[in-house]
T-cell receptor, first 117, second 112 residues
Framework: GAVVSQHPSWVICKSGTSVKIECRSL??????MFWYRQFPKQSLMLMAT?????????EQGVEKDKFLINHASLTLSTLTVTSAHPEDSSFYIC?????????????FGPGTRLTVL | SQELEQSPQSLIVQEGKNLTINCTSS?????LYWYKQKYGEGLIFLMM?????EEKSHEKITAKLDEKKQQSSLHITASQPSHAGIYLC????????????FGQGTILTVHP
């Protein structure tokens, strides 16, 4: 199957700083990438949909100014958590797909664990 | 919005036993995905079902989608400790292009 990587795999930062997480599709071109967050013992919640070359579409309740998403190329999307606070601590997972239809498989990265002190 | 309900929420079985996890949707499923997740890791794609009545198998895991396309089951035969993890069903709705909605997950523990 297709491979998606994330970097870093974990990060610890101080409150008020910004953190950038990268999501890369390694062996295919991803026209669409999705960003999810997951709290302990909970399921994944979609944050935003990122299409290459256009602005991301955010889910209701997700602050676009806080979670900046950039999808500058067909293999890279970045999520920047700005002015991070302890409540932003979570597991962030991206997925990538190159949809020919709405049901094309999404391949997930290994996730990034963010801890904000 | 599409809602998925998984049952059971957690499952503990002895190695070698069979088990079934269910995923029920409030709306017609246009695509139903099964993923496996180890705690603190990403999701591993298992199978995707689209057609009513469809059934797919990979090694000891079989997934089915009912004829009405509102319920799916994941069956593991002769479970092994390597099957332990969190199983998530995800669905694509008809109007949300490519967006996946996930069930709450089923935590599977397999005792050797």
């Amino acid at each position: 199957g297709a491979v998606v990587s994330q970097h870093p795999s974990w990060v610890i930062c101080k409150s008020g700083t910004s953190v950038k997480i990268e999501c890369r599709s390694l062996d295919f071109q991803a026209t669409t990438m999705f960003w999810y967050r997951q709290f302990p013992k909970q399921s994944l919640m979609l944050m935003a949909t990122s299409n290459e070359g256009s602005k991301a579409t955010y889910e209701q309740g997700v602050e676009k100014d806080k979670f900046l998403i950039n999808h500058a190329s067909l293999t890279l999307s970045t999520l920047t958590v700005t002015s991070a606070h302890p409540e932003d601590s979570s597991f962030y997972i991206c997925s990538a797909t190159s949809p020919r239809s709405s049901t094309d498989t999404q391949y997930f990265g290994p996730g990034t664990r963010l801890t904000v002190l | 919005s599409q809602e998925l309900e998984q049952s059971p929420q957690s499952l503990i079985v002895q190695e070698g036993k069979n088990l079934t996890i269910n995923c029920t949707s409030s709306k017609t499923l246009y695509g139903l995905y099964w993923y496996k997740q180890k705690y603190g890791e990403g999701l591993i794609f298992l199978m995707m079902l689209q057609k009513g009545g469809e059934e797919k198998s990979h090694e000891k895991i079989t997934a089915k989608l009912d004829e009405k396309k509102q319920q799916s089951s994941l069956h593991i035969t002769a479970s092994q400790p390597s099957h332990a993890g969190i199983y998530l069903c995800g669905a694509v709705g008809g109007t949300s292009y490519g967006k996946l909605t996930f069930g709450q997950g089923t935590i599977l523990t397999v005792h050797p």
